[in-house]
């Protein structure tokens, strides 16, 4: 692809650095690092150098590896405090994980991905790097996404689906696109998505999307449970609701005047 004459290309490579650590538990070495981004040594020198002096590596003392840095939470951290639908949707999240009791999510609609910015444990539920903020989520699968896809033409939702990973989560991912059609027009029909073991093992969700005042979806809400304390019929009929009215709620609260996620 050719790229614009505006285009950085250093900066681009400082920034596959960074992302190169997306596929680690810490730390990296710099042999790791040419190999993960396929770039030479001195290129990822320079790079590794650059981020470590900027704060958004750090360098172990003993092992001269690297990790991210301290700093890379400041963009995350100015990202949510700023964001308006995250800044109306806090209380909101917070009221309705008390209504509910189990774990209530906000994600952000990123076209093949969602994007979680609010998650909010269940009363007894135990944390896990997956129930992290910042995870992404493949809209395909997951109760949210199938929420925020059918909130969209279907010419736009096989458009997402070709650019998707259709890679299972569990051995009950539907990942055959026309299933997954039949999927989000059952989701249109409910008007909210609903998973089963699809996106996580033992685990039922329940999700509505959040629209923009032109009716397209930005977000979506999510209750997430396990199937070792619900039966999905009664999950589905307790707390859908409560995703629906929420949701709704913060469409008229303030995503009608956002514009993010158009999807492809």
């Given amino acids: 692809m050719e790229r614009s004459p505006l285009f950085i290309q250093s900066f681009d490579k400082v920034m596959r650095v960074l992302e190169a650590f997306s596929q680690t538990e810490q730390y990296l070495g710099l042999g790791e690092i040419v190999a993960l981004t396929g770039f030479d040594k001195p290129q990822a020198q320079r790079c ?18 690297f990790c991210l840095g301290k700093k890379c939470l400041d963009l995350s951290f100015h990202f949510l405090r700023t964001h308006p639908l995250v800044t109306v949707a806090t209380p909101i999240l917070l009221q309705l994980r008390r209504d509910c009791g189990e774990r209530t999510n906000l994600s952000l609609f990123d076209g093949t991905t969602l994007v979680y910015v609010i998650r909010l444990h269940g009363k007894r539920e135990y944390p896990q790097f997956s129930t992290l903020m910042g995870r992404r989520m493949a809209t395909f699968c997951s109760a949210g996404g199938r929420a925020m896809l059918a909130a969209l033409p279907d010419d736009e939702v096989r458009a997402i ?23 989000i027009g059952r989701t249109r029909a409910r008007g909210y ?5 699809e996106s996580a093992p033992s685990e039922v969700t329940v999700a509505a999307a959040v629209r923009d005042a032109a009716g397209r979806p930005v977000a979506a809400v999510h209750i997430a449970g396990s199937l070792t304390k619900w039966e999905p019929g009664e999950y589905e009929k307790r707390f859908s609701p ?9 469409s008229h609260a303030g995503a009608g005047q956002i514009q993010i996620g158009r999807g492809v």
């Fill in 161 to 183: 689906l070709a650019q998707s990973d259709l890679k299972p989560m569990t051995a009950d991912t539907v990942t055959d696109p026309e299933r997954i059609m039949v999927e």
């Fill in 242 to 250: 409560f995703a629906v009215e929420t949701a709704r709620a913060l």
């Fill in 48 to 65: 590794t150098h650059t981020l470590v002096e900027t704060g958004y590596l750090e360098k172990h003392p003993q092992t001269g590896r």
């Fill in 193 to 197: 998505g609903f998973v089963v073991n």
